[in-house]
């Protein structure tokens, strides 16, 4: 099912691509070369993957998600991105060695391309339309910071969950399965990834300007999605139907669904800054 990685590739990265041409700033290419680099000398990610991740931080530093009326690289999603990879990158090396035990550690050559994608293509497209086709209010910010805050959580939840959260049980039947298997959970791996849910909403909150109800909505976003991951694991990964970057495209996708969802119904009372609904 390569084909899938390949699908998810081809439908985040080419229009993160040319919005980030059309917008690119000195600024932005800066710094997404700067990371594409740190990337690859922590050993996080193959070449290609580092070029991938860069792309998509440029178009996330590029657009125009901030209520503030300043346009910085400390404005814009760049801040949740760098979150999102200090905590995944140390949640995949901690307990490196039992993960080496139970044959789950992370490929040395760090992540690859496609992986890449499937984390951070709908956060990327969310920051590419934003460029592209500016609206009012808060519609991208919530989309962005929901799908970073998910990606998040999954690595966590997955990557801590196996070495703190003992033999974790199926989503769908709560029988007890090894760790590793597509679709379980533990309440550590859980609890953790709300966690990083949780801190990378709050630094969007800093920097972005989130008010209340869209950082409520972005949350409840990335722990939905956190959810449907698992039962994506559980039924059509263990199936054959989907391939594990197919499940993490659609997670997020569906984080951000859930956000934009969320923020239509939520009470006023919770509204942040000027609603786009």
Same mark, same amino acid.
């Given at each position: 099912?390569?084909?899938?990685? %390949? ?13 980030? &041409? ?15 680099? *740190? ?33 910085? %690289? ?10 999102? &990879? ?15 035990? !139970? ?35 808060? !519609? ?19 990557? !801590? ?7 974790? &049980? ?8 090894? $760790? ?6 533990? *309440?550590?791996?859980? $609890? ?9 909403? *709050? ?22 999605? !956190? ?51």
């Amino acid at each position: 099912m390569r084909w899938q990685s %390949w699908l998810v590739l081809t439908a985040a990265v080419p229009l993160c691509a040319i919005a980030t &041409f059309q917008h690119a700033t000195r600024t932005a290419l800066g710094i997404s070369v700067a990371l594409a680099l *740190l990337v690859l000398l922590a050993r996080a990610a193959t070449p290609l993957a580092a070029l991938t991740g860069g792309v998509i931080a440029a178009v996330l530093t590029l657009a125009p998600l901030s209520s503030s009326s300043l346009s910085s %690289w400390n404005r814009s999603a760049l801040p949740s991105l760098m979150a999102l &990879f200090v905590f995944t990158w140390a949640a995949t090396r901690f307990g490196r060695s039992k993960k080496q035990g !139970l044959g789950l550690a992370e490929d040395k050559r760090g992540r690859n391309a496609a992986q890449v994608a499937a984390n951070l293509g709908v956060a990327g497209l969310g920051a590419a339309s934003a460029l592209t086709y500016p609206l009012p209010g808060s !519609l991208y910010v919530v989309v962005v910071v929901a799908a970073l805050a998910e990606a998040t959580a999954d690595t966590l939840a997955s990557e !801590l969950g196996e070495v703190l959260g003992g033999a974790p &049980f199926l989503v769908t039947t709560f029988v007890r399965v090894a $760790a590793g298997t597509d679709g379980a959970v533990s *309440l550590a791996g859980t $609890a953790a990834g709300t966690g990083g849910a949780v801190l990378v909403v *709050l630094v969007a909150v800093s920097t972005l300007g989130l008010g209340l109800g869209e950082a409520v909505c972005a949350g409840l976003g990335a722990v939905g999605g !956190l959810f449907i991951d698992s039962l994506l694991g559980a039924t059509a990964e263990r199936r054959g139907w989907l391939n594990n970057d197919a499940v993490n495209f659609l997670s997020t996708l569906a984080a951000s669904a859930i956000a934009m969802i969320g923020c239509s119904t939520l009470p006023h009372a919770l509204a942040g800054r000027g609603q786009w609904w």
